[in-house]
């Protein structure tokens, strides 16, 4: 134990733990969620948490201000200046909420309360810590929603939470934390729901505010880029213990503990197949002088004038080499398709993709990238005959599928297998997983008994899984031994088109690496072709020969990885590459210079 | 938003129209006409027979009659309603109507405003203390009050509440053992239903004992059975404590002002007792009168909150304005009771003044307070029948509503700002958790008009639902009808009500309606 | 200089290198439905109600025999007999419990047993309880899978449909429709009665469709080629199964509530058949003379339909994910204390991580 007696001195941390543990009340035991934990936190300082799913980072957090669940205890010591917080009494701990500590969520979605507007929110945040009257509170909260930079603050200030973007609605969060100006700040996955051109104005904030409050910051994130961008020091947590503490540089470039060095190399560098790294064919100055717009380089072969693009162009930008080549029959084609949301009931039809263009040839993996509601899904969905096409035509392994009704595209369906983003949701929690890899071939080449048995078999083995897992149901699986069913399944048929809708974006950084490996083995062997969605660049990177790119239902641009990573044409695609962090502080940093001079010259 | 209802009004419409033609067709078959005819030995038999088809136009195809019986109805949009004749007592149905419909709302809004607010509270408390004793203890009396029939209930009730209760009355006399029994439940009941430590609990269960048994025994003890009244006494206790109570539920006493604002308003309901006693005495009371001096109650406590100003005058204006509401009711019922030894001594009353059947003693006189006592004896057993019925509805309801919204983000989030637990359950909890409930009002309306068809059957109360039962039974066809039109009718206002409510209560339906 | 604090935590080289997390461990083997039952048998009220229901249908059912197989039970319910107690009271009193007589339950007026009738009445209220049960069950399952699962005009239609009987309280349709079917038994009352509370259900159930549709594994089965029927019934409606029979439970109860209910008013089962509302309907004049004609008939269907209610809860209790019983603060005290003392009992480590999520938290503890 420190001795804590002086720990208000100037440069004392302002919070101390030490031996936190946190454990849960279960179906008559106790079960340990963390144990151990001791660190500190001094002011200015950004300690980031750094853990998979499970590993106990979120419950040790919330047990500094008694927000546990019912059933769960913590033990040990955590003292802010010098006050001891576990087992403080819940009248005193109330003062501490809010005031002393505070707390960014997850989820802005469901953090704030939807019936009351998001300034009385803040200013009942104020008003419970502060006798303040309700014009002052009002002057100060929209003095912090100018602060957290929420545009036009004053009709914002009674807006309801879903008036709001999810960006918005995450700094109206923030703004509610830095109320009463906390001593210690702690934000639990904070940019983890939002967009990554979101996230990255959001961690640009939490850090411009890093330097303007004198509060101790708890980062906890599963993010390595989040934390090469914000922390000064990390803890690396696994299984409720804390393995590694370090400084940042520390952790980074010399990680000592072997579940570190796993986990950084699990993570996906974008950039890393690219001379130069991402956005290297850029001049990187010009484009933080107008990030709006770009000037295509001319064509030299046609001879077409160079052409300027402006942010919201909807026009597709096709690289050289960005149509798929020509040779044997295309296993996707959309001419000019445009994809609609039937009408259902007072809900009008809604056109989630414009004229698509795309092209993907035999055995070819194509990225396509975008980020929520840009339409990605939409495609996918439309390849696999779920959603019409309205316009245009869309062609799957040779067939013109425009039209068909359900009953016409069953047999088509052979051909295509999908992976879901969601393992969870994706395989039928009532059936065992080896009926679910079983259905296609019974239902398309009406196999039963032992055929169907064998070929279940050599499906499991292909995906790396014991034989014997056939007969457990969706739910005693982990998550990344659904999603290897989940691949069984789709692969089942052999099609000769996969699409794979997110396939790894639900699974921790650990999980996903040896499922993209295990993803890119069966492309090779089976060598089908895939439209592998997803909305992280860095994944797709790593397995996709040709990225093509969505924004608001259009495809704005279409070309090689390599040229769309290294020399993207389109302002979005600039932006979006520019937002992802890279698990590199020093990277992370010239990256970020360059991304805030974008995102600075767009502001005015 | 208006389109909005006005579809859902449209929608309705239609899907009653359709349901009047199914019922018209499916009641043609089920009524004999001739039930009466069948063991008849008159040698005229077979002009009976043939008097009875013309008299009800028999002949007629009934997709016919039904549409003549449309065209009456539609006569009601230009002011000429006809609703058909019930054969037997040969009265227009319309004349039936009046009455029979002012009794049944008089029923249900009573049930049903005592129910909602029972079961809020009681549902809110069960969540709150899930899995405690009080919670299995609600839990259970509620599936009970679920698997009770009513008529059963109905039948025990005016056995033991009306004609042993009246008994009792005539000589009140309780043994120790019961007034114990009550004692000790009335401590634990509020024991478990407040909790906190061991040190509380026992607080709680000694002053909630002792004062259950200081009001046994003061009732005992000065007769209040023979005349019971609230007096200015019962009105001050009741003001402030209802003042404390209120204040403590909405802005909690550590708002000053708000206290102060309240306990003003309990003090002006307390000395304007006596002036209200002199203004009852000389002028003639209506139910006009009552609603003007009910506004003017509202408006002094809400003045009285604003006059103590600061920064939250509003909240403190809303406060008072409650409890000033409170008191003006207990004042009502205080007047209403004064007339008890009057009403009890009435020959028609006879000393047994808890009513069994009716809605009213017929052929009784006497000033607005006594005729509103006479209702209240004759509405007492029907209401507490339906309110079981309901009460339960609302409590597993609230309670469901409760748990699953304490287990929402923003309720954390709540928690995180350093919110009370008072300012978490009332301010973010109980004001999403009553959203969905304005879906629930309007079936349990529906539900308690079918409960009022059998209550009203047994305590012979002159509503809807009896004239729906008389009218099976004598196998007329019209008085159905009209119950049915009245009945979709209600049923749809109250939907549109629950719809408008919600849209009220929900900033997310607000802004996209 | 980083610090590795325990090196010797090496991860785990094969297989996900999740496989130490926890989920596997709360599950170990056992299948949704396998949760369901335990949960539900953990249940003490539906366990409770289970039994005493059992036991109430055994004895309805024994004593008077069914259809042409005569019951145990000496008298029958129709047959008159010597009055014995003055009235016709119990021969079954308090003062004595173990000799219950020939008439148990009393006697009426003309000298029929009680206990023959209420027996009776039981085997009637409970075989209409379970015909409307089935056929409301069938009815609202289909109608809610088909307006859930295609939606557009359908569902529109159905669900006016729905509308149409919900406008109008269930006794008045009932009392109309078992006016219509009077003349015939109570089987056909049953039937009448279940054509018109499926509607709840149905809407459950429709609710439950339109969520399970999103719900990607009915894509990926339609992808695998499954056609519309497949997809309903072998993927969507075992999903939905939970919903299906913890309602038509509570349906049930409100089943038997209702049949008696018309049954009193004269609109259901009608003398000289018997069933637990015609018997109260029948004896309500005689309270004040012989009671127990009416007491009885009252306490079997409050038994019924009270049981059939705990066993709904425990149903509904069991199928909901979230509900996991919180212990109270005392009980984990009391816990955390055992434990002090025997430090050696800890639970398996980082099992918890995925309960809190799952768990409804309880009641935060009081402030002081």
Not at chain 2, 160 to 166: D, K, P, Q, W
Not at chain 2, 236 to 256: C, D, P, Q, W, Y
Not at chain 2, 378 to 406: C, D, K, N
Request: glycine letters at 10%; charged letters at 15%; a neutral charge.
């Amino acid at each position: 134990m420190l001795d804590t007696t002086d720990a208000v001195a100037a440069g004392a941390p302002v919070l101390s733990v030490r031996d936190l543990g946190v454990r849960f009340w279960v179906g008559g035991e106790w079960f340990t969620a963390a144990e151990n934990i001791s660190y500190d936190v001094h002011p200015g300082e950004v300690l980031a948490i750094v853990g998979e799913s499970g590993s106990g980072k979120s419950q040790s957090s919330m047990s500094l201000i008694g927000l546990l669940p019912a059933n769960g205890r913590a033990s040990g010591s955590a003292k802010l200046r010098g006050r001891e917080l576990i087992g403080m009494p819940q009248s005193q701990m109330r003062e501490v909420r809010g005031d002393d500590i505070s707390i960014i969520f997850q989820e802005p979605m469901t953090a704030l309360n939807p019936v009351y507007t998001v300034g009385y929110q803040i200013v009942e945040t104020l008003r419970t810590h502060f006798d303040m009257g309700p014009s002052a509170a009002k002057e100060r909260a929209l003095e912090l929603m100018r602060l957290v930079e929420i545009p036009d603050p004053e009709k914002r200030f009674s807006s309801f939470p879903h008036q709001l973007s999810g960006g918005q609605r995450q700094r109206i969060m923030i703004a509610q934390a830095l109320a009463c100006d906390p001593t210690l700040l702690i934000a639990d996955e904070p940019t983890t729901a939002l967009d990554v051109t979101v996230q990255a104005e959001i961690l640009k904030l939490m850090r411009d505010l890093r330097e303007r409050i004198d509060s101790g910051i708890i980062l906890i994130t599963h993010d390595m880029g989040v934390v090469a961008d914000m922390a000064d020091r990390i803890i690396v947590m696994r299984n409720g213990r804390v393995v590694e503490a370090g400084t940042s540089a520390e952790i980074f470039s010399d990680p000592q503990h072997p579940y570190t060095r796993q986990l950084l190399d699990s993570v996906p560098h974008l950039g890393a197949n690219v001379r130069g790294g991402a956005l290297g064919g850029v001049d990187l100055a010009a484009m933080s002088e107008d990030p709006d717009h770009t000037v295509v380089a001319a064509d030299r072969e046609a001879e077409t004038a160079p052409l300027e693009v402006s942010l919201d162009s909807t026009d597709m930008l096709v690289h050289p080499g960005g149509e798929s080549s020509d040779t044997g029959v295309p296993a996707l084609r959309l001419r000019g398709a445009s994809i609609e949301y039937p009408a259902s009931g007072r809900q009008k039809a809604f056109r989630a993709a414009h004229r698509i263009d795309l092209g993907i040839g035999p055995g070819e993996v194509i990225g396509l990238v975008g980020e929520s509601g840009s339409g990605k899904t939409t495609i996918g969905r439309a390849a696999l005959g779920l959603l019409p096409v309205v316009e245009g035509s869309i062609e799957v392994v040779g067939t013109d599928i425009t039209g068909l009704k359900n009953s016409q595209l069953r047999k088509h369906r052979r051909d295509v297998g999908i992976v879901f983003q969601d393992p969870g949701s994706s395989l039928n929690p009532r059936l065992p997983v080896g009926e679910s890899i079983g259905e296609p071939l019974l239902l398309h080449e009406n196999l039963k008994g032992k055929p169907l048995s064998d070929r279940v078999e050599a499906l499991l083995d292909s995906v790396e899984l014991p034989r014997s897992m056939r007969n457990r149901y969706p739910h005693e699986l982990s998550g990344g031994q659904r999603q290897r069913i989940g691949i069984a399944r789709a692969l089942a048929l052999k099609p000769k088109l996969l699409i794979a809708d997110e396939p790894t974006s639900a699974l921790d950084v650990s999980v996903q690496a040896k499922v993209l490996r295990l993803f890119s083995d069966l492309q090779a062997e089976y060598g089908f072709a895939c439209l592998f969605i997803s909305h992280d660049l860095a994944v797709v990177e790593s397995v996709a020969a040709r990225i093509a790119v969505m924004r608001h239902g259009h495809i704005v641009e279409v070309g090689p990885s390599s040229a769309v990573i290294s020399a993207p044409l389109h302002p979005y695609t600039r932006r979006l590459l520019a937002a992802v962090p890279v698990p590199d502080p020093e990277e992370q940093r010239r990256r970020r210079e360059t991304r805030d001079a974008m995102l600075e010259a767009t502001a005015e | 938003m208006l389109t909005f209802l006005l579809r859902r009004f449209l929608s309705s419409a239609l899907v009653l129209l359709v349901v009047s033609f199914v019922i018209y067709l499916l009641l043609d078959a089920a009524m004999d006409y001739y039930y009466d005819l069948r063991t008849s030995t008159s040698p005229n038999i077979a002009a009976l027979y043939e008097s009875r088809t013309r008299l009800l136009n028999l002949d007629t195809p009934v997709i016919v009659r039904y549409f003549l019986w449309l065209g009456g109805v539609g006569g009601c949009l230009i002011g000429s309603c006809d609703l058909g004749t019930a054969w037997q007592s040969g009265q227009e149905v319309t004349s039936m109507l009046p009455g029979a419909i002012g009794n049944t709302i008089k029923l249900v809004t009573a049930a049903t405003i005592v129910s909602i607010v029972l079961g809020i509270g009681v549902g809110m408390i069960s969540a709150i203390r899930q899995y405690t004793g009080f919670d299995y203890f609600i839990t259970f009396v509620s599936f009970l009050l679920y698997s009770l029939p009513v008529f059963w209930v109905a039948v025990l009730l005016k056995q033991y509440g009306a004609i042993r209760f009246n008994n009792f009355l005539g000589d009140p006399a309780v043994g120790w053992t019961p007034i114990i029994v009550l004692t000790v439940f009335a401590g634990l009941f509020w024991m478990a239903a407040l909790g906190g430590t061991a040190k509380r609990r026992l607080i709680t269960f000694l002053v909630a004992a002792a004062a259950t048994f200081a009001t046994i025994y003061y009732i005992l003890a000065t007769g209040w059975f023979q005349s019971p009244s609230v007096g200015i006494v019962g009105v001050a206790v009741t003001g402030l404590a209802a003042a404390i109570v209120v204040v403590f539920l909405s802005t909690g006493l550590k708002n000053r002002r708000s206290l102060f604002s309240g306990l003003t308003v309990a003090v002006l309901g307390i000395a304007l007792y006596i002036p209200l006693q002199w203004l009852f005495y000389y002028v003639p009371m209506n139910w006009f009168l009552v609603l003007g001096l009910a506004v003017v109650t509202v408006l002094v406590g809400l003045g009285v909150g604003l006059a103590f100003g600061g920064p939250d005058k509003w909240a403190s204006a809303r406060t008072g304005a409650i409890i000033a509401v409170i008191i003006s009711v207990v004042v009502f019922f205080d007047r209403v009771f004064q007339e008890w030894g009057a009403y009890n001594r009435h020959p028609a009353i006879n000393g047994r003044p808890v009513a069994t059947i009716g809605a009213s003693t017929p052929n009784i006189e006497g000033s607005f307070w006594f005729l509103n006592l006479d209702t209240f004896t004759h509405l007492l057993l029907p209401s507490i029948a339906l309110i079981l019925i309901s009460f339960a509805t609302y409590t597993r309801y609230t309670r469901g509503s409760m748990l699953e919204v304490m287990n929402q983000d923003y309720i954390r989030t709540a928690r995180a700002k350093g919110l009370g637990e008072r300012t978490v359950i009332m301010r973010h909890a109980l004001r999403n958790a009553l959203l969905p409930l304005a879906s629930i009002i309007p079936v349990d309306i529906i539900t308690l008009i079918g409960g009022a068809v059998i209550t009203e059957t047994i305590f012979g109360w002159n509503g809807m639902g009896k004239m729906f039962i008389d009218a099976m039974n004598r196998n007329e066809l019209e008085p159905v009808m009209a119950y049915i039109l009245i009945t979709g009718i209600l049923a749809m206002v109250a939907n549109l009500v629950a719809d408008f409510l919600y849209a009220v209560l929900d900033p997310r339906i607000r802004v996209q309606a | 200089m980083s610090t590795p604090l325990n090196t010797h935590d090496t991860p785990e080289a094969h297989g996900d290198g999740e496989n130490s997390s926890i989920e596997l461990k709360e599950t170990e083997g056992l299948s949704q439905s396998a949760i369901v039952w335990r949960k539900f048998i953990r249940h003490t009220g539906a366990i409770v109600g289970f039994t005493v229901l059992g036991l109430v249908a055994l004895l309805a059912f024994t004593s008077q025999g069914v259809g042409p197989i005569p019951g145990w039970w000496i008298h029958g319910h129709q047959a008159s007999n010597p009055v014995i107690n003055p009235s016709g009271a119990p021969t079954w009193t308090l003062a004595n419990p173990f000799e219950p007589g020939p008439h148990p339950f009393g006697q009426d007026d003309i000298g029929r047993d009680n206990f023959a009738r209420v027996m009776k009445g039981t085997q009637i209220s409970i075989m209409v309880m379970l015909i409307i049960g089935a056929i409301s069950m069938v009815i609202g399952t289909v109608v809610g899978a088909l307006a859930g699962f295609y939606r557009g005009w359908l569902d529109a239609a159905l669900m006016r449909i729905t509308d149409g009987f919900i406008i109008l309280p269930t006794i008045v349709v009932g009392a109309i429709l078992g006016k219509l079917v009077s003349n015939s038994n109570a089987v056909m009352l049953g039937v009448a009665l279940g054509a018109i509370l499926w509607t709840g259900l149905a809407r459950l159930v429709r609710g439950e469709f339109l969520a399970l549709r999103e719900r990607e594994f009915v894509d990926s089965a339609r992808v695998a080629g499954a056609s519309d029927f497949r997809i309903m019934f072998k993927h969507m409606l075992p999903n939905a199964l939970g919903v299906v029979i913890v309602n038509t439970t509570l349906l049930m109860s409100q089943a038997i509530v209702l049949e008696t209910a018309l049954s009193f008013l004269g609109f259901g089962i009608r003398s000289p058949e018997v069933s637990l509302g015609a018997l109260i309907n029948e004896y309500q004049t005689a309270f004040s003379t012989r009671p127990w004609l009416f007491w009885w008939p009252g306490l079997f269907i409050i038994v019924i339909a009270l049981c059939i209610n705990f066993i709904g809860d425990g149903l509904r209790d069991a199928n909901d994910p979230r509900q996991k019983k919180i212990p109270s603060q005392r009980q984990m005290d009391r816990a955390a204390k055992r434990e002090a003392e025997a430090p050696a009992a800890g639970g398996i480590r980082g099992d918890a991580a995925t309960h809190p999520n799952t768990a409804e938290p309880g009641p935060r503890p009081t402030e002081e």
